[in-house]
């Protein structure tokens, strides 16, 4: 029973944090109001339409072009396009794009090129559905990147579609999934294998061409995807984008010579790139892509500027819509470019006019957008809604004037007054529309504080909630009625109370609200009952107390140990409220991280732990007792500088952010393949596979010396031959994964096969690995010597009294297995033999290192395998503070053995912090471009059918060290038994125990409901660590949402911090239920050793 109670209580817990945080983001994170109307031909009110625009295919206005063909060059970064004759030595980016630069200078009237700056998140499926809405798309939308649903706002392609164009399509699948069953003809590919250069490029090459000979379209769309891949795969600087480059210049030098006059070119790019050649951010390079537009026929007005215009990239669609002769969406808020609606190279009143026309048509229907959306969604700013009201309206009288002036007179000669009227009308209608971009830009970030603050409170409650249970839980009566029994009735029956009346009252009852307000009357019965029988037992205590002291003091001690701890966990929270300690989080976590490390072991100094004279022992030198406390003293000192250098070293896996400019990322990162000197990348593999392998030694090292390698069980079985040969399978995989490319085709398919196959493998193995050790975690090995006169076990009257005595029997076996273990060691035969179990002393720790080495394998291969000396050395940081809080622990809990059922602060907070530590030294950063998105496509080359699979692979790559420590959070508590001292026991204690032998983790066995409890509290400060930094994280959030920087850096870093507090729990959970399974296994496996020896 108490085994379910604890992870009963670890999973309601869990929800209660889950319950405020979706409150919280649901006040946070506010999806725009999507309108579902769509925009007629009949619909426009512009006067001109019914008689000159409409007729010829064409609607509001008479269309330019018949035919368009559109080219989107995924991540085609400005500098990309823009070329500079007097660069003599270019990167591999720079100056290949020729025929743009030789095009827009031979034919200026006919070509031009535009800064095409994209609104952030810059991430494809954003980018496509502001490119063809119109709209901003909001910051929760870039969750839906991989998602992708169907776009139901009017846009570009429905608007073709309605008006009988035909659409074809070649390219990016995504388009697919964004608009089904929307093109005449189409030819997808699988986008979201970032290795892959040449799939889709060489799959539009191949139809590209002949399509446009054909004619058989009317709109032609090609989305490029090489260029981004590279960027992902090598970065923009590496030869292998220069190659990309040259390529789509050929192919954009081919299409031009095959356009009609009647088509129009538009080459763009959906967002740029990093210097690391990732995206999803709004730094300069990732927002500033580029636009190329060409028109067999003149279009464009000499300029001699020679910078480029900067164009939004919500402005193509009105612009697209009105040359084709297209409604424009209905949700646009995008301004036409009207640069693109001049015929001649000089200007006079007539083209204003044009201009003013493109412009006011483009006014009319953004009016009748924020009329149709503020009486939905009621959220627009009243008084900014009055003002461009106003503004429109007197525009459109002006411009009706001018049009009467100009009808009055047939000869009618515009004159300064009228030419200067104009102007003021044009600047007149571009304010309107920038006015009415940024108003939208600025409500669509709205919050709901309400909502919000609900949720902190719910955060900070729950918080609360695990540190009074982790300080209290040994002393509670009834852990089933404390923790789950009175806040699940509680909670049921508030919730039911609420959702009855919401009902009554004719609201919607929503399951969010509804699980939030069971979560708040679970507070409360918790509160009520905790707080009620706190009361009784100190009314009761304090009269026996009344006049001694030693309580307070001890109280105060007590308080101490937490103070430090908690305090440096307080400050890391604090810092989350500033911009530049969440930049340089890395930092600050790993100086804190070695603050509290080495604090620990500076208190064992001034406590006198690490002195032999403390020992109060005549003569020190013949005692076990010094011999053991120096050695002791000299290996927690070695381990201290062992742990220093580990957090030191892994300084050289960290990322960059886009905020340091000079920042140079690790070259650790970047992939084997990436290099192109063949004695470094046969360096780097080495060091790769090196370090994998001495990752199993050590762990095989550990296994044997506590004698988990003895036994024939499977799983032992599967440790000695399945890592070695998991290893080898990683090995070829990453020597296959880092071969160049120029290669023979029949090697070239032999490769794709073997990435493929290989990383299955393993994924089967680990699979494999899994279920054996939760069917049989138990690596004792059993020796049965001969028999002997003396029973292993005292002979019981009844099953009954067997049961009951077996707490004690249970000890018995283990220490009688001990000492015939010494004796078969020390070869004295004289002696009686029983029954010698090898590794039973660390049958808990085992089984747990085992799964964390199976999710170590997984979590190495989604990373590039230069990254395997990184959880190199993560592995040599838990050991090394392990092995710290361990000795620590024994020299400090001289004769109290219930102390070890308590795991400190001090401990449980350099685990988190080493958990955060590592998430950055595993080249993370909580940004969205540096996700390492070629995590998804490890082992499956041809892309998935589904998202569940790549966001679990993406997801597990993200947060390893969230997981991995996770994992091994139990090892804070099982690690004091395996590193137990024999000489840490006073004489008496031992002697009135009777423990004369080292117990290690059978003393778990000895208490259950004491292990249980330290189980629960364990994880309840576990989860108030995690809590209180989600805590800090939400708060900053809110505190600063207006704050310039909190959708670079605050928005991120929290949505970051939640996935990684959940993820964390979902783990943590699972974790201990499975050491319950192992304790269950031990049960089973004593009740055996008891029949049979009996």
Known sequence: MPRVVTVLSLCWTFLLFSAGLGLFLRGFLLVRLELRSRSQCQDASFPDASSSGRGFNSCWMPRRFSKAVVLVIDALRFDFAKYNPGNKDPKPYENKLEVIHQTVVSKPQHAKLFKFRADPPTTTMQRIKGMTTGTLPTFIDVGSNFASPAIEEDNLIQQFVQNEKKVVFMGDDTWEALFPNKFFKSFPFTSFNVRDLHTVDDGILQHIFTTVEAGEWDVLIAHFLGVDHCGHRYGPHHPKMAEKLNQMNQMLRSLIAKLQN?????????HGMTEAGDHGGDSEGEVDAALFIYSPIPMFEIKTIEDSEVVSQIDLVPTLALLLGIPIPYSNIGMVIVDMFTSLPKLDDNHYLEHAKVLLINAIQVNRFLEAYSQVAKDLPLKKLSYLKELFSTAMAEYNALITDQQVSERFIPNQDHHSRMQNLLFMLQRYLKETKEMCQETWARFNPVHMLCGIVLLAATCVHCFLVSESVSTFESLYKVLLFYPIIWGLAVGLMVNIWMLISGIRVEPLIASCWVAVGSHLGFHWN???????????????????????????????????????????????????????EGQVVSFLLKSIVTFTVLKLKWDGKLNTYSLNVPDMHRNPSFITYKRESLYIIGLLVTFLLCVLFSNNFYNCREEFVNCVPSSFLKPLSSLN???????????????LALLIYLIRKWFLHYGNLNSSHLIVLFVRLGFPFIVFCSSCFWAVNAAPEETSNNLQDLKKKIVVVLPRIVFGLITTGFFIVLWNPITVFVKDNKQSDETLVPSSKNSAEMKADSLHVIPLIYRKMHQSMKIHFNGDQNESQTVAAYGLGTVYSAALLIVIVLLTFLLVLLHNERMSLAFLLLFLEGFSFLEIHGTARNLSLQSDNTAYFTVPWYAVTAWVFA???FFYATGHQPTFPTIQWNAAFVGFTEGHSTNVLPAILVGMNTFASHILFAVGCPLLLLWPFVRELKSTKSKST?????????????????????????????GMRCMFAYGVQLLASVCAAAILRRHLMVWKIFAPKFLFEALGFIVTNIYLVITFCFVMRVDVGVNTWFKELLKRSR
């Open 530 to 584: 905790f707080w009620r029988s706190k009361y009784n037992n100190n009314h009761d205590t304090n009269k026996l107390s009344q006049s001694s002291n030693a309580g307070i003091q001890k109280k105060w001690k007590n308080l101490w140990k937490i103070f430090v701890p908690l305090g440096i966990l307080l400050l890391r929270c604090g810092a989350m409220f500033s911009n530049s300690f969440v930049v340089n």
């Open 990 to 1018: 031992r002697k009135e125990s009777g423990d004369e032998e080292l117990m290690m983790e059978m003393r778990l066995r000895e208490s259950p409901q004491m292990f249980s409890v330290a189980m629960l509290q364990l």
């Open 262 to 270: 009647d088509t129009l070119l538009v080459v763009m790019g959906d």
């Open 915 to 917: 958990a955060t530590q």
């Open 677 to 691: 000197n063949r004695q470094e990348r046969n360096f780097h593999y080495t060091l790769s596979v090196s370090s």
